[in-house]
């Protein structure tokens, strides 16, 4: 499987502020996934990220409050905005598997904490 | 009915005992199960699907598919005190593009 990458690991940041979590795969993918895992929760899914187009948003999440960029097949980064304390998760990036229909596997996650 | 259901535990079981979790989902054209492994501050780990209906072995993990009942269950057998993780079941479904919908994952102790 794809050797999966992410920065950065963790961080602490201010309300209002906005972090940039990068996600970089050693092989090119044509699936990438944004997820968040909320403490104590289960995996949601923030957008499927889109090579040259715009990401495709789950409901309950917006462009504006989680922009995503997709310049090529093996990069890919989620900003998360104008950040509140509601904003601590995990966030996860996974790519689908090469040959495997919807087999994902999952980069190692970024802990980010809002105070 | 949630999409993906799993009893969120503990499951507490002894070591070298046979370890088994449930999942059940709801009938929205699944079509891929998968079961994950996430150890506390880690990312989830793949650790097996099953696309048809019955038994799929690899190694000491067995999963068994019931498509008519609607549930996927995942046995560890010989179970070590390593195996004590979360684990979150997974399922794609039509109706969703494919994507995958997480149940809400079950702790699985294994006490030595």
């Known amino acids: 499987s794809a050797v999966i990458s992410q920065k950065p690991s963790r961080d602490i940041c201010q309300r209002g502020t906005s972090l940039t979590i990068q996600c970089q795969v050693d092989?090119?993918?044509?699936?990438m996934f944004w997820y968040r895992q909320q403490p104590g929760q289960s995996l949601t899914l923030i957008a499927t990220a889109n090579q040259g187009s715009e990401a495709t948003y789950e409901s309950g999440f917006v462009i504006d409050k989680f922009p995503i960029s997709r310049p090529n097949l093996t990069f890919s980064t989620l900003t998360v905005s104008n950040m509140s304390p509601e904003d601590s998760s995990i966030y996860l990036c996974?790519?689908?598997?090469?040959?495997?229909?919807?087999?994902?596997?999952f980069g190692p996650g970024t802990r980010l904490t809002v105070l | 009915q949630k999409e993906v259901e799993q009893n969120s535990g503990p499951l507490s079981v002894p070591e070298g005992a046979i370890a088994s979790l449930n999942c059940t989902y709801s009938?929205?054209?699944?079509?891929?199960f998968f079961w994950y492994r996430q150890y506390s501050g880690k990312s989830p780990e793949l650790i097996m699907f099953?696309?048809?209906?019955g038994d799929k072995e690899d190694g000491r993990f067995t999963a068994q598919l019931n498509k008519a009942s609607q549930y996927v269950s995942l046995l560890i057998r010989d179970s070590q005190p390593s195996d004590s993780a979360t684990y979150l079941c997974?399922?794609?479904?039509?109706?969703?593009?494919?994507?995958?919908?997480f149940g809400a994952g079950t702790i699985l102790r294994v006490k030595s």
């Open positions: 092989s090119q993918v044509t699936m």
């Open positions: 996974s790519v689908e598997g090469q040959g495997l229909t919807d087999t994902q596997y």
């Open positions: 009938d929205r054209g699944s079509q891929s």
């Open positions: 997974a399922v794609s479904f039509m109706e969703y593009g494919n994507k995958l919908v």
């Open positions: 099953i696309y048809s209906n």
